[in-house]
């Protein structure tokens, strides 16, 4: 585990993280959601479908059929997503305004 609680992103990327019944109840599950999450965290995750999160899953799918992996093997938007997902380790700046 790297910093904090968090796995590396590493790990969640190439599928050898298997998330804790707390990461369930937190809504992070396998895929590039929970990789944006460790890498990212709240600036991008747990607010809903906002544009920087939204951008950063076009530019993975745009990648992936430059190299010709199909969508479908991505996994569908909630996999992609961190819309939903409460941050690993938040930022100081939003754990003293909850």
Known sequence: MAVGRQP???????????PTKNDTLSKRIPGFGATMNV???????????????????SHYLY??????V??????????L?????????PSSSSASSS
């Open 63 to 68: 990648y992936l059929d430059l190299m010709g």
């Open 39 to 57: 890498l990212y965290g709240d600036q991008v995750c747990g607010k809903d479908d906002s544009d920087s999160m939204n951008n950063i899953v």
């Open 70 to 79: 199909g969508r479908e093997e991505a996994g569908p938007h909630e996999v």
């Open 8 to 18: 590396s992103a590493h790990d969640v990327f190439v599928g050898n993280w298997k």
């Open 81 to 89: 997503s961190c819309s939903e997902q409460k941050s690993f380790n």
